[in-house]
């Protein structure tokens, strides 16, 4: 099928489409009576949630909430639709991360599938999308004003990025590791699930560039739980500890003003890596 591509991408959008669609019929009117009408809140006034934040949730839910227009009856319909919008999004990229995996159950590296073949493996992923579109605690995450729906989008995305990865023969090939990497981090402003896929890329790789063997793939799937575990507890938390150690010692035994030893770690940091 030699359109496959792109008759490929246009289920994708059809799917987004229609799961917008779901979302958008079914979503909340207001907010809901728990952490929701704080986000929504936050989102509006550009504010600080519960520890420990999600600057990034908030500052696109600031972008979604303009959308009101000064209606501030309609700033809670506006951050549940971006809800709404970010699950419909991590549907397509769950029928897309099941047409990867499907043609390789049906087509050999390299090749394009016949007709049949490209009908079984979308329809495999329209299955797919379908039966996640309405699934409990997707749908209820969906259609409110909560951090788990764009989670959700950025865990699917970095899922569908490491098979992308996984497909490619071409020399850039790894530049989808980079993306990975970024999506990960802008993640990290919103909640910490989408964390949970890197096990599942140290998987991916190992099988990627080594012959499996049971202690091969043991081995991969433990130094997957060693980098979230680094992530977690290295990164997120010890960098902000740094932080604060550097900002204290620059201003109370150097003298300096506050936030000095804030940007002097930024630059360190940058000038590390």
Known sequence: ?????????????AVLLFSTIVYAMTMESGGSFWDCG?????CWKLQVAHAPGAPFFLMLGRIFSLFAFGDVTKVAIMVNFMSALSTAASIMFCYWSVVLLAKKVFVKQGELPTTSEAIAIMGAGVIAAASATFLDSLWFSAVEGEVYALSQFFLAIIVWAILKWEDSESQYADRWILFIAYMVGLSIGVHLL???ALPFIAVVYYFKKHKYS????LLAAGAGFVILGFAMKFVISYTQAFMAGFDKFFVNSLGMPFYSGVVFFFILLIFTI
């Open 214 to 217: 049971h202690l091969g793939m």
């Open 38 to 42: 704080e986000f929504v809140s936050g």
């Open 1 to 13: 099928m030699q359109n496959f591509k792109r008759v490929n991408t246009l289920v994708g959008l």
């Open 194 to 196: 989408s964390l949970l």
